[in-house]
């Protein structure tokens, strides 16, 4: 079975701080991708990276950067937190195979909350 | 016109009977099509991706594909209470590249026992 692991479930940091949201993945998959979750507005991409040290912003970068040093981790971090950050974070990583493009497999989610 | 619209529901159906989720996407040339449940506080899986125009059947949920009309369909025969979740469709547009989905708000499903 595919596994991507979020490294907390929830955090709670204060406003100013620089907040790192780990994601690893054990199925040697190209892709990885960062998503937020807020109610009525629906899952959206704020980063994307399609192999090492490659990233793609998504449509809601503004107030994030992503780091990809090993195929295995992909990282989310906001520079300086704010309280409109306060979020569920979804990561997320898929395969570039023919047979199962485009198949995202999702991390169990960070809750953030950001006082 | 969004990307891709869902009815947000609720939609509530009787234990036994079919759930009927309806998604609509506005890229006529997008690619792959895909259905994920997730309940409440938890991540998204997925539980049905369809590529081609016509129905595909997997244990007691069929999606079905019309890109012509532009909409896929996720059929839930004999719902059960643990089928009670949100449902998300996803959609791989053309335009954003091979590896992008864009998703539906999702539609909220209660199974009534």
């Known amino acids: 079975d595919v596994k991507v692991t979020q490294s907390s479930r929830y955090l709670v940091k204060r406003t100013g701080e620089k907040v790192f949201l780990e994601c690893v993945q054990d199925?040697?998959?190209?892709?990885m991708f960062w998503y937020r979750q807020d109610p009525g507005l629906g899952l959206r991409l704020i980063y994307f990276?399609?192999?090492?040290?490659?990233?793609e912003k998504g449509d809601i970068p503004e107030g994030y950067s992503v780091s990809r040093e090993k195929k295995e981790r992909f990282s989310l971090i906001l520079e300086s937190a704010s309280t409109n950050q306060t979020s569920m974070y979804l990561c997320?990583?898929?395969?570039?195979?023919?047979?199962?493009?485009?198949?995202?497999?999702f991390g169990a989610g960070t809750r953030l909350s950001v006082l | 016109q969004k990307e891709v619209e869902q009815n947000s529901g609720p939609l509530s159906v009787p234990e036994g009977a079919i759930a009927s989720l309806n998604c609509t996407y506005s890229?006529?040339?997008?690619?792959?099509f895909f259905w994920y449940r997730q309940y409440s506080g938890k991540s998204p899986e997925l539980i049905m991706s369809i590529y081609s125009n016509g129905d595909k059947e997997d244990g007691r949920f069929t999606a079905q594909l019309n890109k012509a009309s532009q909409y896929v369909s996720l059929l839930i025969r004999d719902s059960q209470p643990s089928d009670s979740a949100t449902y998300l469709c996803a959609v791989n547009p053309f335009y954003q590249g091979a590896q992008k989905l864009v998703f539906g708000q999702g539609t909220r499903l209660t199974i009534n026992p």
């Open positions: 199925m040697d998959h190209e892709n």
């Open positions: 997320a990583s898929s395969p570039s195979t023919a047979v199962a493009k485009n198949i995202q497999y």
């Open positions: 890229d006529r040339v997008s690619q792959s």
């Open positions: 990276s399609y192999d090492v040290k490659m990233k």
